[in-house]
T-cell receptor, first 115, second 112 residues
Framework: AQSVAQPEDQVNVAEGNPLTVKCTYS??????LFWYVQYPNRGLQFLLK??????LVKGSYGFEAEFNKSQTSFHLKKPSALVSDSALYFC?????????????FGKGTKLSVIP | DAGVIQSPRHEVTEMGQEVTLRCKPI?????LFWYRQTMMRGLELLIY????????DSGMPEDRFSAKMPNASFSTLKIQPSEPRDSAVYFC??????????FGPGTRLLVL
């Protein structure tokens, strides 16, 4: 079985400051890791993914995430937060093998960027 | 590309009524997923299809829920009879590659 934990329900950060949204995972085999963002009254949008290769992954809107195998973490980061980054962020995990198309999502972290 | 299309966007119905949600995936995508999102339970996978065939329906909560995909461009999720606890936002998503799913705008269902 695979699982994802997002330990913070909400993260508040001042505009211009760096932001981090945390995610840890549990999976048998090699993980596929993803971040999605959801704006109010919208569906989820893909931000970035880690499948293999470089542990630092760059994605849309200036976001990046670092895969850390020893800590089983995949934290989302951005050097300078914008008010428009305020949204709900979901971490998701799949695994390389049968069922790799099926993702397990975390409960989400609400990011609020304060002007 | 129009993206994943869902209809209706909003549905209000009374307990006991049948509800049908519809989804048109992105052309060329051979995987289709149905999710339910609530404040209490977060985002739950209900069922997913590959090439119109249901692969895993273990997330379907009860026999009141059923899903079909008669062809590559259309899927339905039906609830019969509906109950107030079914109130949620239902999302459809499609993809052709592992993990990168493309979500529709969702159907907000309220069962009174």
């Amino acid at each position: 079985a695979q699982s994802v934990a997002q330990p913070e329900d909400q993260v508040n950060v001042a505009e211009g400051n760096p932001l981090t949204v945390k995610c840890t995972y549990s999976v048998s085999g090699n993980p596929y890791l993803f971040w999605y963002v959801q704006y109010p009254n919208r569906g989820l949008q893909f931000l970035l993914k880690y499948i293999t290769g470089d542990n630092l992954v760059k994605g849309s809107y200036g976001f990046e995430a670092e895969f850390n195998k020893s800590q089983t973490s995949f934290h989302l980061k951005k050097p300078s937060a914008l008010v428009s980054d305020s949204a709900l962020y979901f971490c998701a995990v799949g695994y390389s093998g049968a069922g790799s198309y099926q993702l397990t999502f975390g409960k989400g972290t609400k990011l609020s960027v304060i002007p | 590309d129009a993206g994943v299309i869902q209809s209706p966007r909003h549905e209000v119905t009374e307990m006991g009524q049948e509800v049908t949600l519809r989804c048109k995936p992105i052309s060329g995508h051979d995987y289709l997923f149905w999710y339910r999102q609530t404040m209490m339970r977060g985002l739950e996978l209900l069922i997913y299809f590959n090439n119109n065939v249901p692969i895993d329906d273990s997330g379907m909560p009860e026999d009141r829920f059923s899903a079909k995909m008669p062809n590559a461009s259309f899927s339905t999720l039906k609830i019969q009879p509906s109950e107030p606890r079914d109130s949620a936002v239902y999302f459809c998503a499609s993809t052709w590659e592992p993990g990168t799913q493309y979500f529709g705008p969702g159907t907000r269902l309220l069962v009174l």
